[in-house]
């Protein structure tokens, strides 16, 4: 099902710094919690993203727009959306990158603990893996990943993470 609707981008200064994100009418909000609140949110027909619903409080949702979306867009707070939001039925409300499936495929162990790891840390480490373009860099933060993984027994420490990809040239 399609919910389409019209928005203000809204900016507010949060314990993280600045949040631009648009508020999802309440009616919308609740068909789309029934099932999962993972979506493909489209804005201005023009730019697609997966996305989550995050509580506001008061049975109120938003999602959030970073600065590559809104740069993209060209759009800026106090800016009225068209919003287009459809349920998200891919297996990890995230693209997966090709080299990292095939690096799942062939190293097992890897592949047991990256799936037991929550739906969210599995999306932030899909995130971190595919933010290089070149499948290269994927390839090689993919495969620093799994070595994480299976050294720390599945456990995720990001900060150990980060020092694991400084030790391989990431910055």
């Given at each position: 099902?399609?919910?389409?609707?019209?928005?203000?981008?809204?900016?507010?200064n949060s314990s993280l710094g600045w949040n631009y994100h648009f508020v999802v009418p309440l009616e919308i909000s609740k068909i789309i919690l029934?099932?999962?609140?993972?979506?493909?949110?489209?804005?201005?027909?023009?730019?697609?993203?997966?996305?989550?619903?995050?509580?506001?409080?008061?049975?109120?949702?938003?999602?959030?727009?970073?600065?590559e979306n809104r740069t993209k867009l060209n759009i800026n707070a106090g800016d009225e959306l068209t919003i287009e939001l459809t349920g998200d039925?891919?297996?990890?409300?995230?693209?997966?990158?090709?080299?990292?499936?095939?690096?799942?495929?062939?190293?097992?162990?890897?592949?047991?603990?990256?799936?037991?790891?929550?739906?969210?840390?599995?999306?932030?480490?899909?995130?971190?893996?595919?933010?290089?373009?070149?499948?290269?860099?994927?390839?090689?933060?993919?495969?620093?990943?799994?070595?994480?993984?299976?050294?720390?027994?599945?456990?995720?420490?990001?900060?150990?993470?980060?020092?694991?990809?400084?030790?391989?040239?990431?910055?």
């Amino acid at each position: 099902m399609i919910h389409k609707f019209s928005v203000r981008l809204d900016k507010i200064n949060s314990s993280l710094g600045w949040n631009y994100h648009f508020v999802v009418p309440l009616e919308i909000s609740k068909i789309i919690l029934k099932e999962n609140r993972r979506v493909v949110c489209t804005i201005n027909n023009n730019l697609s993203f997966q996305c989550g619903l995050f509580p506001k409080g008061k049975g109120i949702y938003f999602i959030n727009l970073n600065k590559e979306n809104r740069t993209k867009l060209n759009i800026n707070a106090g800016d009225e959306l068209t919003i287009e939001l459809t349920g998200d039925t891919s297996k990890y409300g995230i693209p997966i990158p090709s080299v990292f499936e095939e690096l799942l495929a062939q190293d097992p162990e890897g592949e047991k603990h990256f799936h037991a790891l929550t739906p969210g840390k599995q999306r932030s480490l899909l995130y971190i893996i595919a933010k290089p373009k070149s499948e290269g860099l994927q390839l090689e933060k993919g495969l620093v990943v799994l070595d994480f993984l299976k050294s720390f027994d599945g456990k995720v420490d990001f900060k150990g993470l980060n020092n694991a990809f400084k030790n391989n040239r990431f910055r």
